[in-house]
T-cell receptor, first 111, second 111 residues
Framework: DAGVIQSPRHEVTEMGQEVTLRCKPI?????LFWYRQTMMRGLELLIY????????DSGMPEDRFSAKMPNASFSTLKIQPSEPRDSAVYFC?????????FGPGTRLLVL | SQKIEQNSEALNIQEGKTATLTCNYT??????LQWYRQDPGRGPVFLLL???NEKEKRKERLKVTFDTTLKQSLFHITASQPADSATYLC??????????WGAGTKLIIKP
């Protein structure tokens, strides 16, 4: 298996633009997680899905953030409009019963 | 609410010695606790899981203990090597399906 796949790996955009991050989980995993990591705040859980259904989105910062999982093999995290404080590394992870497998992350820079 | 505390200061260990990292939780004992390793620019990688009813778990040079009386897990790396240098994260899932990560401890193994 190729592991969790994220795209793009790097994204540089200007404030106010829409950003869409994509994730393909490991086949057979029924949970999917979106995280944000910064030096100041560490690893923060934004939202997680179980069997494509959002279970906990309490970590989503505000209405500018939205996440979807239309099927078991694809998820998106969208930021609209983006702001400089959204600059961070965004990780997607998938998991079976207990452990999580992380993707390589998307490094986002909002100017 | 449950919180995870890890030593925020970097831990410097001489090569060949045993490195010991600490993870403390504040409230009730989780059903299981996990340790992950994160290298710069990469996502966390699962290392070990220990359940509430287990005192100790081993994997090669790694050992994890779980003390529900002290509300603490210890993570040991024996015969440490410079390649073990990384940030190590502690993670629990509580009974309310809250996913809680520690801030991580940076381990530096000096040759």
């Amino acid at each position: 298996d190729a592991g969790v796949i994220q795209s793009p790996r790097h994204e540089v955009t200007e404030m106010g633009q829409e950003v869409t991050l994509r994730c393909k989980p490991i086949s057979g995993h029924n949970s999917l997680f979106w995280y944000r990591q910064t030096m100041m705040r560490g690893l923060e859980l934004l939202i997680y899905f179980n069997n494509n259904v959002p279970i906990d989105d309490s970590g989503m910062p505000e209405d500018r953030f939205s996440a979807k999982m239309p099927n078991a093999s694809f998820s998106t995290l969208k930021i609209q409009p983006s702001e400089p404080r959204d600059s961070a590394v965004y990780f997607c992870a998938s998991g079976g019963e207990e452990t999580q497998y992380f993707g390589p992350g998307t490094r986002l820079l909002v100017l | 609410s449950q919180k995870i505390e890890q030593n925020s200061e970097a831990l410097n260990i001489q090569e060949g010695k045993t490195a010991t990292l600490t993870c403390n939780y504040t409230n009730y004992s989780p059903a299981y606790l996990q340790w992950y390793r994160q290298d710069p620019g990469r996502g966390p990688v699962f290392l070990l899981l220990i359940r509430e009813n287990e005192k100790e778990k081993r994997k090669e040079r790694l050992k994890v203990t779980f003390d529900t009386t002290l509300k603490q897990s210890l993570f040991h790396i024996t015969a440490s090597q410079p390649a073990d240098s990384a940030t190590y994260l502690c993670y629990v899932e509580d009974s309310n399906y809250q996913l809680i990560w520690g801030a991580g401890t940076k381990l530096i193994i000096k040759p």
